[in-house]
C-alpha cells in the first residue's frame, strides 16, 4: 500500500488537495473581480434581472402593447394595427362606470381600515405588555394562516339570507334598516352576500391586517421623549394625538394604505362571489379576455389599476411611506 493511498490515523478520509493550478486561477479571478466591485455586483444581479426583465417588465409591455390594437367587428380578430379606439372604449359610461366603481370602492375599504386599525395599532405599540402584544399579534395574524377562500366563503355563509347577520337583523327588529335604507334588491329579505355592503366588510376583513402592521411598526419608532416634552409643555393629550402622534404616525397609515388599495383595486374573487351584479375592473378584465374575447379592451383595463398605483405610489412616496414598510 502506497502512502498516498494509507488511511488517515483517526480513521478518516484524506482531504482532496485541488491542483495548484486550479487555485492560481481561483485566487486571480477574485483578486480581479475584487479590485471591479460594480462589476461583480453585475454578475450576481444578472440572472434576476435577467428574469425580471424578461418575465415581467416584458410581459407589461406586451399588456400595455395590446392595449393599443383593436377587435376587427366583422371577424373578431385582433387588428395589429396601432390605435386609441380602444382607449377611447375606456370612457364610454358603462366602462367607465367600472373604473369609478371600483376605485370608489377601494377608496372606502382603505379609509375604512386606516378608522379601525390604527386604535388597535395604537394599543399595541402604547399600551399593551409583551404578553398582551403577542397575544394581539397572534389575533392580527390569525386569520392570514387561513386559506383566502376559505376566509371569503365563511363570510358567504355569515352574510347569507339564513345567516347570523339577518337572523340578528330580524331577531332586534332591524331588518328594515338592511332592506330599505340600503336598497338590497333580494325579494324575501335582506342577505347582504349580493350587496355592495357585504363587499365592502370582507373586503375590509380580509385586507385590515395589512394596515394594522405598518401602523404599528411605525409608531412603535415614535420617540417616548417627544411625548413626554409635549405633556412637559402643557399639551393635552388631544393636543399631542394631533401635533405629534398623527404627523409622525402618517406614514405608516399611508404604507397600510398602498396595501389595502391596491389588492381592493384588482381584487376580482370578492365581487364575483359576493357582491351584485355589476362588474370591477378584475372582474371586466377576466371577463374580457376569457369569454368575450376582446384582448385589446382587457388589456386596457388592466393598465388602469397600474396608471392608478403608479400616482398613488408616487404621492405616498412623498410622504415618506416607503419608510414605514
Do not use: C
Amino acid at each position: 500500500m502506497t502512502a498516498r493511498s494509507q488511511p488517515h490515523p483517526l480513521g478518516q478520509a484524506e482531504p482532496q488537495v485541488r491542483p495548484a493550478r486550479t487555485r492560481s486561477l481561483s485566487r486571480r479571478l477574485s483578486g480581479w473581480l475584487y479590485g471591479r466591485r460594480g462589476l461583480f455586483l453585475l454578475i450576481l444581479l444578472l440572472p434576476p434581472l435577467l428574469w425580471l426583465g424578461v418575465v415581467y417588465v416584458g410581459s407589461l409591455f406586451a399588456l400595455l402593447l395590446n392595449s393599443f390594437f383593436a377587435i376587427d367587428p366583422f371577424s373578431g380578430m385582433v387588428v395589429p394595427e396601432f390605435t386609441l379606439a380602444t382607449w377611447a372604449e375606456l370612457f364610454t359610461l358603462a366602462n367607465f362606470d367600472i373604473i369609478v366603481r371600483t376605485v370608489t370602492m377601494a377608496a372606502v375599504v382603505t379609509v375604512a381600515a386606516a378608522l379601525i386599525g390604527f386604535p388597535l395599532a395604537y394599543y399595541m405599540a402604547r399600551y399593551a405588555g409583551p404578553r398582551m402584544k403577542a397575544v394581539l399579534y397572534l389575533g392580527v395574524m390569525l386569520p392570514l394562516w387561513s386559506s383566502y377562500l376559505v376566509r371569503l366563503y365563511a363570510w358567504k355563509l355569515i352574510l347569507a339570507k339564513e345567516g347570523i347577520l339577518s337572523w340578528a337583523a330580524g331577531a332586534t327588529g332591524t331588518t328594515w334598516l338592511l332592506d330599505g335604507i340600503l336598497g338590497l334588491p333580494v325579494i324575501g329579505g335582506p342577505s347582504l352576500s349580493v350587496s355592495y355592503l357585504g363587499m365592502f366588510l370582507v373586503f375590509l376583513y380580509i385586507w385590515l391586517p395589512f394596515m394594522i402592521l405598518p401602523i404599528q411598526a411605525a409608531l412603535e419608532r415614535v420617540p417616548k421623549n417627544l411625548l413626554d416634552a409635549s405633556s412637559d409643555l402643557g399639551a393635552r393629550p388631544g393636543l399631542t394625538f394631533r401635533k405629534v402622534i398623527l404627523p409622525l404616525a402618517f406614514p405608516g397609515v399611508v404604507a397600510g394604505s398602498i396595501f389595502t388599495f391596491s389588492l381592493t383595486l384588482g381584487d376580482y374573487i370578492i365581487p364575483g362571489v359576493i357582491g351584485a351584479s355589476r362588474l370591477f375592473i378584475g372582474q371586466a378584465v377576466y371577463m374580457h379576455q376569457g369569454t368575450a374575447g376582446n384582448i385589446p379592451l382587457a388589456a386596457a383595463f388592466s393598465v388602469v389599476p397600474i396608471v392608478i398605483m403608479a400616482i398613488y405610489l408616487t404621492a405616498a412616496k412623498r410622504l415618506g411611506a416607503f419608510d414605514a414598510l
